[in-house]
Structure formats: structure tokens, C-alpha cells
């Protein structure tokens, strides 16, 4: 079984659901330190920068980050509005996404789960998605690998390029865990506009291609 897993992030881009749509199981780790000005709080639509605010106390985790105010949600969802409304699918997804901005999260990481998991649904990507908080997860980069995938009995773990700084696969491999990479080209698609910009939310490709976006997904990424 080959599990993978990321800290709680704000609508990914297309690289994390396309990890997660190559493994057999995904793991939300949001036990760990929280990070203002990383993805856990903001992330990049076409001309806009998305950023929640939030209320920050030296080494809370992701899951104990609270938001500072909810006037950010009037303001994201304008934004989105402005920048797809007149891309084909806007009219199919805009409402799902806007219904989960608009909930009474009590921290950032039942947020973000939950509009990870509303993605994947319209990705249709099934990969079965567990949290951190239900198991006892120990240790730190390397050894929290190995404790997560000892949880779930995972015997690969997947990781992207991104994690080379912290991932030794001799010790995984040690362990018994054999260590999976995940190879990743960022597809191209039509955005509506002349210039191509990557590294968006991966509510771009969804506005833009609809129901074609979980083959897209799939495509961008194979395991070595």
C-alpha cells in the first residue's frame, strides 16, 4: 500500500492532487507547525493572491491556527468571481467552493481539509483521505515518515521533489518502507488567456476544463 501525505494547505495547486491521485491512501498532517506566509494560508489565483489572516502563537500547529476575522472570505470569493466568471465551467463549481469559504471552520486546517476533499470529489480522484490527529504520529521529517506509514501499514511512501531536504530513503528503506518519487510536468491547458501561468490553485484548471481536470491531474505526474 503507498501512502503519501502533506500538511494542510489552501486550494492546492494541481502537484498535491496529483500525488494524492497516485497513491493508495492520503494522510492530512496538520499536527504539524503552522507557517504564516506559506501555503497553509494563502495561495494563487490568476491576477489575484489569495492570503487568510490569521492568529499566530509561536509553534501552534496547523490544526490550533485560528483565523483572524472573517472578512477575507467576501474578498477571496470576489476575486475568484472577477477572475473566472466567464471561464466554461465557472457556473458548475463556483457554488460548491464558495458554500465551504463561507463555513464556520473553528481553525485553518478544517478548512482546508474540507475544501481538499470537495476538489478531489470534483476531480473525481477517490483516494481514501485520513488525518493525522486520528493516530500517534511521532518523530520529525524522515522518522514521522516512517511512524505514519507503521500507523496505516503502508509499505511505500510517495513523496514530491519539493521533500529531497528532508527525506533519507536508506533509513526509510531500514525500516522496511520502500520510498516512491513522484515525477511531475505541469500540464498546459486553455486559461482564456494569451500567456500560460503555472503553479496556480487547482481551481484554475477546474473553472477552465471542468470535467476533464482529474485526467489532466493524472497525467501530469507518474511514480519512479
Request: aromatic content about 12%.
Amino acid at each position: 500500500m503507498r501512502l503519501s501525505g502533506h500538511q494542510p494547505v489552501y486550494l492546492p495547486g494541481i502537484i498535491l492532487f496529483t500525488k494524492i491521485a497516485h497513491s493508495d491512501i492520503f494522510m492530512h498532517v496538520g499536527h504539524c507547525q503552522a507557517s504564516p506566509g506559506t501555503w497553509h494560508n494563502r495561495n494563487q489565483i490568476r491576477n489575484a493572491k489569495l492570503v487568510i489572516p490569521i492568529k499566530h502563537d509561536f509553534g501552534q500547529s496547523i490544526n490550533d491556527t485560528q483565523f483572524a476575522g472573517d472578512q477575507w472570505k467576501r474578498k477571496h470569493l470576489r476575486s475568484i468571481e472577477v477572475n473566472y466568471g466567464k471561464r466554461p465551467f465557472f457556473a458548475d463549481y463556483f457554488d460548491g467552493i464558495a458554500e465551504i469559504i463561507k463555513m464556520p471552520f473553528r481553525s485553518l486546517s478544517f478548512l482546508n481539509n474540507a475544501m481538499t476533499l470537495h476538489l478531489l470529489n470534483c476531480f473525481q480522484i477517490y483516494t481514501p483521505v485520513i488525518d493525522s490527529r486520528n493516530y500517534e504520529i511521532t518523530g520529525h521529517k524522515t522518522e514521522m515518515l516512517i511512524s505514519m506509514c507503521k500507523e496505516v501499514g503502508a509499505t511505500e511512501y510517495l513523496s514530491n521533489e519539493g521533500a529531497r531536504d528532508y527525506v533519507n530513503e536508506q533509513n526509510m528503506n531500514l525500516a522496511g518502507i520502500k520510498h516512491r518519487w513522484l515525477e511531475f510536468t505541469h500540464p498546459y491547458y486553455e486559461q482564456g488567456h494569451s500567456e500560460f501561468q503555472t503553479n496556480l490553485s487547482a481551481i484554475d484548471l477546474l473553472f477552465n476544463c471542468g470535467p476533464e481536470s482529474g485526467k489532466i491531474i493524472r497525467a501530469a505526474g507518474h511514480v519512479a
